[in-house]
Each structure stands twice: as C-alpha cells, then as structure tokens.
C-alpha cells in the first residue's frame, strides 16, 4: 500500500459543530503532516508529527487540534471554526523527519464552513 | 513562511512542445527541493528532486535545474502532453528538519 489516504472527501459544517478529519498510511512512515491550502494558494504546513509526537505547531489557532493515535492515523479535530476556515486540508506522510525525505500527500477533505 | 516564488504564475503550451517552468527561493540556506503536480481536485504529487549538491537532475521527460548562484530552480518537461495540465510548485527545505515551503503555483495549461 504507497498511499495516503484521507477521509471524509468533503465535509461541511456550521461553527457550533464538532468534527475530525481522518488521515491513515500503511507505507511505515513515522512523520506526518497536517496542511491547510485556499484555492489557487500554495499548501501550508500545519502541524508535523514526528514518531507519534507533535514536532512542530505553525501558530495554528486552538481551534484546531490534531492527534496522533499510532504512527499509522493521524486525525485533525475541528471545533468553532470560522468560514474562514474553509480550505482543502491536506494530510501527508514521509519515512522519516530528517532532511531529504520526500512527502506523499493524500487527496485532501475540501471542508465548507457555514 | 519562505519566500519561494514563481516567475510565470500561467502558462500554456502546445501538445508536443516542452514546458519550462521557474522557481526563485530566496533562502540560500536550502539544501533540498521538490516539485508537485497538482492537478484539479487531487493531493500534491511528487514529480522530482534535487538536492543542493547537485545543478542537475533527470526523470523520465522532466528535469529539474539548480542554480545555487542565483537561487533559481527550473522544472523542464519534454513533449508535454494533455495530462500535463496541472498547477505546478516547487517547494523548498531549509531546516534539517523535513519542513517544506511551498512556492506559489504554476499553472500549465496545454493546448491539444
């Protein structure tokens, strides 16, 4: 298995709601990534798990919180966002968190905040 | 974030014609690149690499440059096709960690 996979496709919720989106690989890879990308702007970086522990936080609001249950998931936890936050969330995996090494994205949950 | 951007933010081509398409990054620090195909409704995908110790690389019908001199990167694709229609980035790596920042997009478009 050399994909990432990301659940629900789409998602759409107000923002008294509660939700989470899913992430899952099967290639062993220790690192993975939460990204946010806005239509026609370039991803950005999220969140970094390195070996089930939260490597890197890039000033992400609290609304926010992502979880690492075992090196294989990776879920994003969403509570009172704002439409602003409405984006295409991008999950990906790499082998390792050292340098050179290359990340695998899955195809994303297009979130619609109300 | 970095300062990694992009020349030509569309371009089209022609079916059969080779693409060419630009990156400056501006920090000198970066030892390691990737460019991603995006395409409509999809994830990023890996398209190739060059690590800073090298000026050239090659795929099958790509081939990334890398001037160091002048911080500029170039994605060349061969015979571009129709399924070569996508959004483009390059994305650099300035830390030791695997810290990626993305440049802004091309998007190709080619004409069949």
């Known amino acids: 298995d050399t994909e990432v996979t990301q659940t629900p496709k789409h998602l759409v919720m107000g923002m008294t709601n509660k939700k989470s989106l899913k992430c899952e690989q099967h290639?062993?890879?220790?690192?993975m990534y939460w990204y946010k990308q806005k239509a026609k702007k370039p991803p950005e970086l999220m969140f970094v798990?390195?070996?089930?522990?939260?490597?890197i936080n890039e000033s992400v609001p609290s609304r926010f919180s992502p979880e690492c249950p075992n090196s294989s998931l990776l879920n994003l936890h969403l509570h009172a966002l704002q439409p602003e936050d409405s984006a295409l969330y991008l999950c990906?995996?790499?082998?390792?968190?050292?340098?050179?090494?290359?990340?695998?994205f899955g195809p994303g949950t297009r979130l619609t905040v109300l | 974030g970095e300062n990694v951007g992009l020349h030509l933010p569309t371009l089209s081509v022609q079916e059969g014609d080779n693409s060419i398409i630009n990156c400056a990054y501006s920090?000198?620090?970066?030892?390691?690149f990737i460019w991603y195909k995006q395409e409509s409704g999809k994830g990023p995908q890996f398209i190739i690499d060059?690590?800073?110790?090298?000026d050239k690389r090659q795929g099958q019908r790509v081939t990334v440059l890398l001037n160091k001199t002048v911080k500029h990167l170039s994605l060349q694709i061969a015979a571009t096709q129709p399924g070569d229609s996508a959004v483009y980035f390059c994305?650099?790596?300035?830390?030791?960690?695997?810290?990626?920042?993305f440049g802004t997009g091309t998007s190709l478009t080619v004409i069949p």
């Open positions: 798990y390195s070996y089930e522990k939260l490597s």
């Open positions: 994305a650099e790596n300035p830390f030791t960690g695997n810290q990626f920042y």
């Open positions: 290639m062993g890879h220790r690192a």
């Open positions: 060059i690590r800073s110790n090298m």
């Open positions: 990906a995996s790499s082998q390792g968190w050292g340098s050179y090494n290359e990340q695998f």
């Open positions: 920090n000198s620090a970066s030892d390691y």
